[in-house]
């Protein structure tokens, strides 16, 4: 999230003079993703693969090199859709200044929202897998999107917004949605242990 937002308002900034993410919309990113997101994958039941492998030593990374490539990976594509809307998102679906952040911001938070779901398996292709075991995962996944709803189309003056439409809110589910495929395409990737 943070890689993401920080190369995306910085690029835009020097660029343009503009940065697209406010610093309410970021607040309320990270406020989203490091209390829901967290929330919601901490009810992840632990596997009976994780038995299988040896004890992690204290000195070991925190970050591993299979979540170093996920995390390179999203970041990277998020960075390219964002990017693509900030230069040429007006022209692309012509549309106003505001509703192009607009769509920058509900992209942006709709990648993580999909993403939740790449890292509940962070080396499974198939992060589907026993979903519909964990309810309260689901749950804190349908908050979290119905909060952004609200944050699009009902606060516009708090968060800096414009409403969107149905094809606009459509584009915006579409390029988040890519997180799954890509999600898989990167699990092909070996990493060293």
């Known amino acids: ?20 993410l406010t610093a309410v919309q ?8 490091d209390t829901l997101g967290a929330l919601a ?6 596997t009976d693969e994780l038995m299988d492998k040896p004890p992690v030593g204290r000195k070991e990374p925190l970050v591993t090199n299979v979540m170093w ?5 999203q970041a ?11 230069f040429e998102g007006q022209s692309i679906f012509k549309v106003s200044d505001m509703v192009k952040n607009t769509l920058i911001f509900n992209t942006f938070v709709l990648c993580q929202v999909f993403n939740e779901f790449n890292a509940r398996r962070l080396e499974r292709k ?14 804190i ?13 009902f606060l516009q003056k708090f968060a800096n917004t414009e409403r969107l439409n149905w094809l606009e809110w459509i584009i915006c589910i579409s390029l988040a949605a890519v997180s ?11 990493v060293p242990e």
């Open 1 to 20: 999230v943070n890689v993401a937002a920080l190369v995306i308002n910085l690029v835009a900034a020097c660029s343009a003079g503009e940065v697209p």
């Open 26 to 33: 970021l607040l309320w990113v990270n406020l989203i993703m």
């Open 41 to 46: 994958l901490a009810t992840e039941r632990p």
């Open 69 to 73: 490539r996920n995390l390179i990976f």
């Open 76 to 86: 990277l594509y998020q960075i390219t859709i964002l990017l693509t809307l900030q």
């Open 126 to 139: 198939n992060v589907f897998e026993g979903i519909l075991k964990n309810r309260l995962f689901l749950l």
């Open 141 to 153: 996944v349908a908050i979290t999107v119905v909060l952004q709803v609200v944050m699009v189309e």
């Open 180 to 190: 799954w495929p890509l999600g898989w395409v990167v699990k092909c990737i070996p």
